[in-house]
């Protein structure tokens, strides 16, 4: 069985500093993890993919994330906010069902920033 | 073309009505999603198609019927909805495989309201 915790349910930095959002996975599989994030009244946008290669992932808008097996951990970090970065965010991991493959979300961190 | 696009953006329905959702990729993918987003909560998967067959129904209520016509088209029927159905609804695509990590990619998403 795969889960997926968001430690955190908001996060709120304010611009320029570093942003931390914390996940926490369990999964029965050798894990594929991503971090999602959704601006309002928007779809989802592939922010980072976890592919079992490097353990550090780069993102797009300056994010990454480190895979910490030991852990069990998924972390996404930022080096310095942006007032666009403000948005809620899902920690992934997806799971083969069937011949498709489906996906569990952690409960998401609202991220504020504040000027 | 790495998009998904949903119509209509926005939808207004009363219970007795009769609408569809529309949704389309021309990503070459063979599986599509179905999800319902309520406000501040991650997306709830409804329905997956592989290769244009039905092979996910989270026990959705019939007053959801998908469809999907073929490869790049998929339809969400809808019929004498509740005014709980009120959501946002996301369609999603990714490749085929049980291989690698296959992660979704999102439309926008049709806001919906039944009045």
């Known amino acids: 069985a795969q889960s997926v915790t968001q430690l955190d349910s908001h996060v709120s930095v304010s611009e320029g500093t570093p942003v931390l959002l914390r996940c926490n996975y369990s999964?029965?599989?050798?894990?594929?993890l991503f971090w999602y994030v959704q601006h309002p009244n928007k779809g989802l946008q592939l922010l980072l993919k976890?592919?079992?290669?490097?353990?550090l992932v780069k993102g797009i808008n300056g994010f990454e994330a480190e895979f910490k097996k030991s852990e069990t951990s998924f972390h996404l970090t930022k080096p310095s906010a942006h007032m666009s970065d403000a948005a809620e965010y899902f920690c992934?991991?997806?799971?083969?069902?069937?011949?498709?493959?489906?996906?569990?979300f952690g409960s998401g961190t609202q991220l504020t920033v504040l000027p | 073309d790495t998009e998904v696009t949903q119509t209509p953006k926005h939808l207004v329905m009363g219970m007795t009505n009769k609408k569809s959702l529309k949704c389309e990729q021309h990503?070459?993918?063979?599986?599509m999603y179905w999800y319902k987003q309520k406000a501040k909560k991650p997306p709830e998967l409804m329905f997956v198609?592989?290769?244009?067959?039905?092979?996910i129904n989270e026990s959705v209520p019939s007053r959801f019927s998908p469809e999907c016509p073929n490869s790049s088209l998929l339809n969400l029927h809808l019929h004498a909805l509740q005014p709980e159905d009120s959501a946002l609804y996301l369609c999603?695509?990714?490749?085929?495989?049980?291989?690698?990590?296959?992660?979704?990619?999102f439309g926008p998403g049709t806001r919906l309201t039944v009045l």
């Open positions: 999603a695509s990714s490749p085929m495989g049980l291989a690698g990590t296959n992660e979704q990619f």
């Open positions: 999964s029965s599989y050798s894990p594929s």
């Open positions: 976890y592919t079992s290669a490097a353990t």
């Open positions: 992934v991991v997806s799971h083969p069902s069937g011949s498709a493959r489906q996906l569990t």
């Open positions: 990503m070459g993918h063979r599986a």
């Open positions: 198609y592989s290769y244009e067959k039905l092979s």
